[in-house]
């Protein structure tokens, strides 16, 4: 407190939070609306929740440890609301400390009337209380983007969860980071837990044991130590240190635990029963599905799959993925939560979904010289925005063997074409307008949708882009053929009307790049 007659000293900001002045609040507005970018044009629709929820939200969804993470709230204005606080320690009010059990009540609440699936995303603020350190905020920003409502089948589960992982790829280039900068880590939650399982974990001791896991590669020996108060031998730290990290165990690992466990036929004979153990065999399988589509998809080299990739918390059910940074920042993580509605009184739904805050990504980019100022942060901000009404719907005609075109079709168009020119400069930046620029060869990435109805009727799978509001349809026949549609004018397109020569009068789709499509759409939508 000031003394009398003197000036009262300056109010900090609450620790954990921040101030955002103009540039600072540009910078946050460029990375928010690459989020929406990515989002959008991958099919996603943007919802939004309430900033706070009632408490026990919290514990349905992921049990007492949230809790401990919670700012909680409540109005002190009823004596009754005073007293319940004060003799449970709990509030009825939380501040959100993260978006999903906001989905799943949201979805629960109206899942009769919502189509199916459902692909969302939303941005803003969230709140954890936690000791503050470089890259985690009491306060941040935090991206969300969840599938509800696959067809539950192996494949349709294989095929959301690429979907999902794609729109992280999707910003991931639009920010201007390679594979080299960083890697999407994969694996399946079943798989680990049937591991951990055959190693002597209960169901009641499983919590604990994936998060010893998850603490491993940040310290190899406190984890080895840390095992015995688990309750873990020195056969079981072996054995799973062997299975989870497998070619990935470094020297530290291997220093902490006295030699390598992975040659010693106690190991190899583990090893083996744990592959005949069913989950684990479908979990493999599920991850093959998942890595053919990934390739499909064109997203090859930015995925990896890890069997250490387990993530913590205790309502996961099936693939589980961080994003992953020079090899150890974690920029996003997420996974299946085929459970969490149910819980929250709806049917059984099938989801996946990761989120992102916007501290680590805002720091690599900072770091990496991927972050604009000054007027090329003002351009950068002022550029146009993705449509939202979807720009291409690419349907297969009426065979399977189209079904991995339209993947990979779909998916080129959501990242559009970079020009000769911008490849050629070396060291242009992600905001260059020079990027996608038509006159050097470049197709500007669209909005693009495809459907997930079962039936092979292209009648039906039309009036499906249709109900969706697209503006084009690109019908895939073939490797070679392609029939572009104008569904306001319900008229195919000609080369003539799309400015392209006689000799494109069936549109090649290039492996690596649907140049011929998206200079067709972006002819015809400006």
Known sequence: MAKA?????????????????????????????AWRDASVRCGFEEVQGPTFETTDLYAVK??????????????????????????????????????????????????GALPRPCKWFTG?????????QRGRLREFLQW????????????????????????GVTLMRDIGLTPNDAQIVFSDRRMAEAVLTQTGATPESMPAWLAWIDSIPKS????????GELGLTTEQVRRVIGVFFGQQTDERMLAALGGDPRNSPEFLEFQRAVLRVPEVADSIAQIQRSSSIINDMGLGGWGTQHNAVVRGLAYYTGLVFEVLADGERAVAGGGRYDNLIELMGGAPTPAVGFAMGDVVVSLL???????????????????RPASVRPEVFVVGADDEASDALVRRLSAGLRRGVESESYGDAGDAKPWSA???????????????????????????????????????????????????KDFDTRKDLTPGDVGLSDAHAEFSIDPASPVYVGRAAVRVLG
Not at 448 to 473: C, H, I, M, P, W
Request: proline fraction near 6%; glycine fraction near 12%; charge should be positive.
């Open 5 to 33: 007659g003197g000036k009262a000293g300056k109010i900090a900001p609450p620790k954990g939070t921040r101030d955002l002045y103009p540039e600072d609040a540009l910078k946050r507005r460029y990375l928010e609306q």
């Open 220 to 227: 190899p020996q406190a984890a080895v130590a840390k095992a």
């Open 434 to 484: 020079a990027r996608y620029e038509s006159a050097s060869g470049g197709v500007r990435p669209m909005h693009t949708r495809v459907s997930y109805k079962s039936t092979r009727n292209l009648k039906k799978l039309l009036g499906d882009g249709e109900k969706q509001f697209a503006r084009l349809a690109a019908i895939v026949h073939g490797d070679d053929r392609v029939q572009i």
């Open 62 to 111: 992921s049990g007492e440890g949230i809790l401990g993470e919670l700012f909680q709230a409540y109005s002190g204005k009823s004596p009754e609301e005073v007293a319940r606080v004060q003799e449970t320690g709990r509030a009825p009010f939380a501040m959100r400390p993260e978006f999903t059990p906001t989905l799943a009540r949201m979805f629960a609440g109206r899942a």
């Open 365 to 383: 980019l900072e770091d990496k010289g991927l972050m604009p100022e000054g007027p090329e942060l003002m351009e950068a901000v002022s550029r």
């Open 144 to 167: 969300n983007v969840d599938f509800v409502g696959d067809d539950g089948t192996s494949f349709g589960r294989a095929l959301a969860d690429v979907e999902t992982m794609s729109v």
């Open 124 to 132: 803003g603020s969230y709140f954890r209380a936690e000791r503050p």
